[in-house]
């Protein structure tokens, strides 16, 4: 089976709320590719209907050319986790599992493995409704890699882990997109997926509004932009927007600023006799880059604090 993931024009809606507009993307093998976008813009729908949880109204979604419900032992074809809470409170890990792999064919033995490969192996007969999320999210990964698909599609996956199981699911996708696994993982945390992601998929109001990689992503949203720390921040400001360049405050004493090349900043603040203690290229962070692109496409904006 090839490991790709295709959504083409996809539409979908829920009475009189269009949830998923046209979409269409692919997530490609030995990737980690993140979809991302506000509350409400349909990635939840969209994942629901790669997996055959809910039908589109128009399109197609297909994992390795074949709809889900075709595929006769899933779990050997895509390992998924939607919802790390969907697990029966009384029933002890390991049997969740048991469970899983008796209906697609899958040994016993494999349970063992990824018990071990997600670090619950010492709590394999407890039951999860004793779990933390953090261990809920882990067995839940278990469930995913227990056919051990070439496809993985996780949703907030780091939702309720600490930070050394954020480091730690962060390298294992990582690795497993090194196997040449195809990995689309839906989450809000974009610095953790500035780290982790090749690729992104940004949707909003159920329309692809970025397919890109993260890299190109973030030199768009650098834009040559210089950054600038000074401790004369309003000085410095005034003599640079009078040359013409577009200046931004982003701390107490930084800017960033558009328009003007570094030496040249250097020399009109030499020039007045403006002091600044560093000087650079500004690289944006994937989360300013998304907060950029998203800008139009967030459903309810919070007001000012008053």
Same mark, same amino acid.
Not at 84 to 95: E, F, Y
Not at 136 to 142: D, H, V, Y
Not at 209 to 226: F, G, K, P, Y
């Given at each position: $089976?090839?490991?790709?993931?295709?959504?083409? @024009?996809? #539409?979908?809606?829920? /009475?009189?709320?269009?949830?998923?507009?046209?979409?269409? +993307?692919?997530?490609?093998?030995?990737?980690?590719? /993140?979809?991302?976008?506000?509350?409400?813009?349909?990635?939840?729908?969209? $994942?629901?209907?790669?997996?055959?949880?809910? =039908?589109?109204?128009?399109?197609?979604?297909?994992?390795?050319?074949?709809?889900?419900?075709?595929?006769?032992?899933?779990?050997?074809?895509? &390992?998924?986790?939607?919802?790390?809470?969907?697990?029966?409170? &009384?029933?002890?890990?390991?049997? %969740?599992?048991?469970?899983?792999? %008796?209906?697609? @064919?899958?040994?016993?033995?494999?349970? !063992?493995?990824?018990?071990?490969?997600?670090?619950?192996?010492?709590?394999?007969?407890?039951?999860?409704? /004793? +779990? *933390?999320?953090?261990?809920?999210?882990?067995?839940?990964?278990?469930?995913?890699?227990?056919?051990?698909?070439?496809?993985?599609?996780?949703?907030?996956?780091?939702?309720?882990?600490?930070?050394?199981?954020? #480091?730690?699911?962060? &390298?294992?996708?990582?690795?497993?997109? &090194?196997?040449?696994?195809?990995?689309?993982? =839906? =989450? #809000?945390?974009? /610095?953790?997926?500035?780290?982790?992601?090749?690729?992104?998929?940004?949707?909003?109001?159920?329309?692809?509004?970025?397919?890109?990689?993260?890299?190109?992503?973030?030199?768009?949203?650098?834009?040559?932009?210089? +950054?600038?720390? !000074?401790?004369?921040? =309003?000085?410095?400001?005034?003599?640079?927007?009078?040359?013409?360049?577009?200046?931004?405050?982003?701390?107490?004493?930084?800017?960033?600023?558009?328009?003007?090349?570094?030496?040249?900043?250097?020399?009109?603040?030499?020039?007045?006799?403006?002091? +600044?203690?560093?000087? @650079?290229? %500004?690289?944006?962070?994937?989360?300013?880059?998304? $907060?950029?692109?998203?800008?139009?496409?967030?459903?309810?904006?919070?007001?000012?604090? *008053?």
């Amino acid at each position: $089976m090839e490991a790709t993931i295709d959504v083409q @024009g996809i #539409h979908k809606r829920y /009475g009189r709320t269009v949830a998923v507009d046209g979409l269409s +993307f692919r997530v490609e093998p030995g990737l980690v590719t /993140g979809f991302v976008g506000p509350n409400g813009a349909g990635k939840s729908t969209t $994942m629901r209907i790669v997996l055959g949880l809910d =039908s589109p109204d128009a399109g197609s979604a297909v994992i390795g050319g074949k709809r889900y419900a075709s595929l006769r032992t899933p779990l050997r074809e895509v &390992g998924a986790l939607l919802d790390a809470s969907a697990i029966h409170p &009384g029933r002890r890990a390991r049997d %969740h599992l048991l469970w899983m792999a %008796h209906s697609n @064919g899958i040994p016993r033995r494999r349970i !063992t493995e990824v018990l071990e490969l997600v670090g619950l192996a010492q709590v394999a007969k407890r039951r999860a409704g /004793g +779990f *933390s999320l953090g261990m809920k999210q882990r067995l839940g990964i278990a469930g995913a890699l227990l056919g051990d698909p070439p496809v993985l599609m996780f949703d907030e996956p780091m939702n309720g882990l600490d930070p050394e199981g954020i #480091h730690w699911i962060r &390298g294992f996708l990582r690795s497993l997109a &090194g196997d040449g696994r195809a990995i689309l993982v =839906s =989450s #809000h945390l974009m /610095g953790e997926l500035q780290d982790m992601a090749d690729r992104l998929v940004v949707i909003g109001r159920g329309r692809l509004i970025a397919d890109t990689s993260v890299r190109e992503l973030l030199a768009a949203a650098s834009d040559n932009r210089v +950054f600038l720390r !000074t401790g004369s921040r =309003s000085e410095a400001m005034t003599v640079l927007a009078n040359a013409g360049a577009t200046v931004a405050i982003t701390d107490r004493d930084a800017v960033t600023v558009s328009g003007l090349p570094a030496e040249r900043i250097v020399a009109l603040l030499t020039d007045a006799r403006l002091p +600044f203690s560093e000087i @650079g290229q %500004h690289r944006a962070s994937l989360e300013e880059a998304y $907060m950029e692109l998203t800008r139009e496409s967030v459903e309810f904006n919070a007001g000012e604090p *008053s």
